[in-house]
T-cell receptor, first 113, second 111 residues
Framework: NAGVTQTPKFQVLKTGQSMTLQCAQD?????MSWYRQDPGMGLRLIHY???????DQGEVPNGYNVSRSTTEDFPLRLLSAAPSQTSVYFC????????????FGEGSWLTVV | LAKTTQPISMDSYEGQEVNITCSHN???????ITWYQQFPSQGPRFIIQ???TKVTNEVASLFIPADRKSSTLSLPRVSLSDTAVYYC????????????FGTGTRLKVLA
């Protein structure tokens, strides 16, 4: 029972590099989202999707792109990494059938040097 | 979206009951209230969810007054392992799905 799976778990990037954080869920949830969490801080919504082909911006979308080509996958792309994007990134999913019960992945630790 | 307000931090001793209150003055008719727990280096996980009155499960109780403008998470007889950040989230599956978390409450349980 995998739930929400994120890869990679740890990544170090140089300033200006691009990369993609992968997220997959096997629960057939229509809603998926990405959050970032800076040390000692709360969760901030980056982007979210209510279904395949539909995405929208959250609280802090600048510097990130997303796409949702399938129900299962919701990758997060960093276009040109900056030290301010050093953070822990959490992918999450939920379903109408579960109210707003959100299931989170284990997180991806990103350091930009 | 209902903005939530919680105390930033709380301390408690082992064996005590802990009550964490969340204010959500702009809650909508279709909104549910859900509480999550987050340990360091982990993603948040679901604790309890409710719409009105009282809900109880094996780990916590959730009290919601009639006006639903606040809710209280109650943790009975906490232990050191309950040290975590607790978030309350208000949202509806008939809304925008734009789930915004508040700052959370950092609970520290002392021996």
């Amino acid at each position: 029972n995998a739930g929400v799976t994120q890869t990679p778990k740890f990544q170090v990037l140089k300033t200006g590099q691009s990369m993609t954080l992968q997220c997959a869920q096997d629960m057939n949830h229509e809603y998926m989202s990405w959050y970032r969490q800076d040390p000692g801080m709360g969760l901030r919504l980056i982007h979210y999707s209510v279904g395949a082909g539909i995405t929208d911006q959250g609280e802090v979308p600048n510097g990130y792109n997303v796409s949702r080509s399938t129900t299962e996958d919701f990758p997060l792309r960093l276009l040109s990494a900056a030290p301010s994007q050093t953070s822990v990134y959490f992918c999450a999913s939920s379903s109408r059938g579960t109210g707003n019960t959100i299931y989170f992945g284990e997180g991806s630790w990103l350091t930009v040097v | 979206l209902a903005k939530t307000t919680q105390p930033i931090s709380m301390d408690s001793y082992e064996g005590q009951e802990v009550n964490i209150t969340c204010s959500h003055n702009n809650i909508a008719t279709n909104d549910y209230i859900t509480w999550y727990q987050q340990f360091p280096s982990q993603g948040p996980r679901f604790i309890i969810q409710g719409y009105k009155t009282k809900v109880t499960n094996e780990v916590a109780s959730l009290f919601i007054p009639a006006d639903r403008k606040s809710s209280t998470l109650s943790l009975p007889r906490v232990s050191l392992s309950d040290t975590a950040v607790y978030y309350c989230l208000v949202g509806s599956t008939s809304g925008t799905y734009k789930y915004i978390f508040g700052t959370g409450t950092r609970l520290k349980v002392l021996a």
